[in-house]
Every structure is written in C-alpha cells, then in structure tokens.
C-alpha cells in the first residue's frame, strides 16, 4: 500500500519550455502532496506544500511563478516548471501523505529534468 | 536556523556485519523523526519512523535509537545485505507526522560482497 506514482520519470527539452510533472496516490488518498528538488549527491529540498483544494504554500526562495502546483484531487498533484531554463535542471520528487495523524510521508520515484 | 546533520558521510561495512547510521539534530521542537533508504535514480523508500515519545523503535532487521537529551538519532540494520547500499536519510518534523519533513545530508552505505 501507500504506493505514489510520478509520471514522467525523464524530461529533456529546450530552454523556455514549460514541463509538467504529475503526481498520484494510487492506492490512497493523499490531503497533502510535497513537491522536492534534489541536486546530485545531496539531500532533498522542500520546495512546496500543497493541500487538495487550496493553494500551494511555498518554501522561501522558491518562485510560485516559476513553479506553479495544482492539487484538484485526493489523487493527483502536478508542479509545471515553468519557461524552464538549464539551471531548472534537476531531480524533482514528489510525496504525498495520507489522512489521519500517523501516516508517514511516501515518495514517488521522482522525474530528471535536463532542459539544453 | 535548524538542521538535521549527519556524522558519517559514507559507511562501508561487510554483508552479514551490523549497520549504523547516526544523524544529529538540532531543532529540540522536533517530535518526530523519520529514516528513509534512496537508490540511485529512485525516490526516497520509508524505513521507519519514530515519535518523540519513544527512545526506541524496532522494524524487520532495522532499529532506530532517539536520544532526545543529546538530540541524537540512530538506525541499526542487521545482518547487512547488499541490497541495502543505498544513501539513507534521516529527517526530522514537528506536529508529528502531519508537518513538513527537515532532511538530513544523507549517508552512504556500502555494502561489500
């Protein structure tokens, strides 16, 4: 159980594109969804939080025009890199928790973006 | 500001030798804690997780050790296999598992045949 999908697992495209990465609970229903970056052979950076039906609160330092995160169902969370220029690139995780006040945080297998 | 540090960068023990894997903290608000195992090219896999209070906590070959006076967390792997490499990463929150995670640097393990 607790299994998180996260779709596509490899972007490359051009500077200026915009890229749209989804995120999924698939066995569950996730109130919250987390939006990570990671840089290689470093830790995981919490670039946003966002709450199904509500905005996305985002962490200091992090664009919401850059990285705009839409969260319209239990099941779904999409962060859209936006005019994405080769400093965007990165790996890019998402999690997502359940309801109740015990379930952990669980991960999806994240996306590599590399915009040329 | 807070952080969630680790002492050793990178481990290397022998398959079927125990683990250890240390993370200090510094956020004394801190009431939960969480170990999370990444392969390469993978998103961050649960291991265990532990709430501030307990000071000990067991799963299937894993154990992880809360010092909340030297604000110091451990996990403890068993019989060491080579499926274990991998770079583990504490984190640390507060409102339990509802708030948001503070990671550590990670560790290395390296598991050697």
């Known amino acids: 159980g607790a299994v998180v999908s996260q779709h596509p697992s490899w972007v490359i495209c051009k500077s200026g594109t915009s890229v749209k990465i989804e995120c999924r609970s698939l066995d569950f229903q996730a109130t919250t969804m987390f939006w990570y970056r990671q840089f290689p052979k470093q830790s995981l950076m919490l670039m946003a939080t966002s709450n199904e039906g509500s905005k996305a609160t985002y962490e200091q330092g992090v664009e919401k025009d850059k990285f705009l995160i839409n969260h319209a169902s239990l099941t779904l969370s999409t962060l859209t890199v936006t005019s994405a220029h080769p400093e965007d690139s990165s790996f890019y995780i998402c999690?997502?928790?359940?309801?109740?006040?015990?379930?952990?945080?669980?991960f999806g297998d994240g996306t590599r973006l590399s915009i040329l | 500001g807070e952080s969630v540090g680790l002492h050793l960068p990178t481990l290397s023990v022998q398959e079927g030798d125990n683990s250890i894997i240390n993370c200090a903290y510094s956020?004394?608000?801190?009431?939960?804690f969480i170990w999370y195992k990444q392969e390469s090219g993978k998103g961050p896999q649960f291991i265990i997780d532990i709430r501030s209070n307990m000071d000990k906590r067991q799963g299937q070959r894993v154990t992880v050790l809360l010092n909340k006076t030297v604000k110091h967390l451990s996990l403890q792997i068993a019989a060491t296999q080579p499926g274990d490499s991998a770079v583990y990463f504490c984190a640390e929150g507060t409102g339990g598992s509802q708030g948001n995670l503070i990671f550590g640097k990670g560790t290395k393990l390296s598991v050697k045949p």
């Open positions: 999690s997502a928790r359940g309801p109740g006040d015990t379930q952990p945080q669980h």
């Open positions: 956020n004394s608000a801190s009431d939960y």
